[in-house]
C-alpha cells in the first residue's frame, strides 16, 4: 500500500527517558514533516525537511532532534522527555510542484503514535 | 506568522440535514486552504482544498468557498450522513515559499445524528 506509515502506534515510557519515532512514506514525496496533536486535539508543525534539509523548524525544545537519513524517511528523537511531551504526534509528506500556475503541495498524514509520558 | 480561527468548536446535526464549518485567517498571503478530516484514532485526511485563484470549488457533497478580500473559507457539507461525523480541520498555507508550513485551524467537532 501506498502511504505514510509511522511506528509505534503507542509508546509509553517514563520521564527522563530517551525515545524515537520512526516514519516512512512511499509516495516519492520530497518534503516531510512532524506535527504534535495535543489533548485540545491542535495540531501544531514541528519540523519539516525537503530534500533531506530541514526547512522549517518551529519552537520546539532541543530535546526534539529530527532526522532525515534519505527522503523516505524522516525520525523524531525526543531526549529526557517531560510529562508535557505526552501526545499524538503525526508524520505526512507532500511533493509540492507547480503546474499551469496552480500550486499542488497537498500533504499526506500517517496515522499518528500517541506518547504517553508517566 | 498566520493564524487561523475555526467555528464552531462542536456542530452537532440531523441526518441529512447541512453542516457549515467556517474559518477566517490573518495572513493576505496564504494561497492555499485545505480542510482535513479526522476520524477517532486516525490521522487527519485531506477532502477537499481551494486555491486563492478560485471562489467556489464542489466535490459532491462536500463544498468550500473562498472570501480573499475578507479573509475567510468555509465547508459545507450537505445532506450529512452519520460517516460524516468526525472532527473537521481548516488549514492555511503559502506556496511556494513559507515552506509549504500549513496552519491549522482549532477543529470542529461534527456530530450526525440518526
Known amino acids: 500500500d501506498t502511504a505514510v506509515s509511522q511506528t509505534p502506534k503507542y509508546l509509553v515510557t517514563q520521564m527522563g527517558n530517551d525515545k524515537s519515532i520512526k516514519c516512512e512514506q512511499n509516495?516519492?514525496?520530497?518534503?516531510m514533516y512532524w506535527y504534535k496533536q495535543d489533548s485540545k486535539k491542535f495540531l501544531k508543525i514541528m519540523f519539516s525537511?525537503?530534500?533531506?534539509?530541514?526547512?522549517i523548524n518551529e519552537t520546539v525544545p532541543n530535546r526534539f532532534s529530527p532526522k532525515s537519513p534519505d527522503k523516505a524517511h524522516l525520525n523524531l528523537h525526543i531526549n529526557s522527555l517531560e510529562l508535557g511531551d505526552s501526545a499524538v504526534y503525526f508524520c505526512?509528506?507532500?511533493?509540492?510542484?507547480?503546474?499551469?500556475?496552480?500550486?499542488?503541495?497537498?500533504?499526506?498524514f500517517g496515522p499518528g503514535t500517541r506518547l504517553t509520558v508517566l | 506568522g498566520e493564524n487561523v480561527e475555526q467555528h464552531p468548536s462542536t456542530l452537532s446535526v440531523q441526518e441529512g440535514d447541512s453542516a457549515v464549518i467556517k474559518c477566517t485567517y490573518s495572513?493576505?498571503?496564504?494561497?492555499?486552504f485545505p480542510w482535513y478530516k479526522q476520524e477517532l484514532g486516525k490521522g487527519p485526511q485531506l477532502i477537499i482544498d481551494?486555491?486563492?485563484?478560485?471562489g467556489e470549488k464542489k466535490d459532491q457533497r462536500i463544498a468550500v468557498t473562498l472570501n480573499k478580500t475578507a479573509k475567510h473559507f468555509s465547508l459545507h457539507i450537505t445532506e450529512t450522513q452519520p460517516e460524516d461525523s468526525a472532527v473537521y480541520f481548516c488549514?492555511?498555507?503559502?506556496?511556494?515559499?513559507?515552506?509549504?508550513?500549513?496552519?491549522f485551524g482549532t477543529g470542529t467537532q461534527l456530530k450526525v445524528e440518526l
Open positions: 505526512a509528506s507532500s511533493q509540492g510542484r507547480m503546474a499551469g500556475g496552480h500550486s499542488y503541495n497537498e500533504q499526506f
Open positions: 509516495l516519492g514525496h520530497d518534503t
Open positions: 525537511y525537503n530534500n533531506k534539509e530541514l526547512i
Open positions: 495572513d493576505s498571503a496564504s494561497n492555499y
Open positions: 481551494i486555491r486563492s485563484n478560485v
Open positions: 488549514a492555511a498555507s503559502r506556496f511556494p515559499g513559507g515552506g509549504n508550513k500549513l496552519t
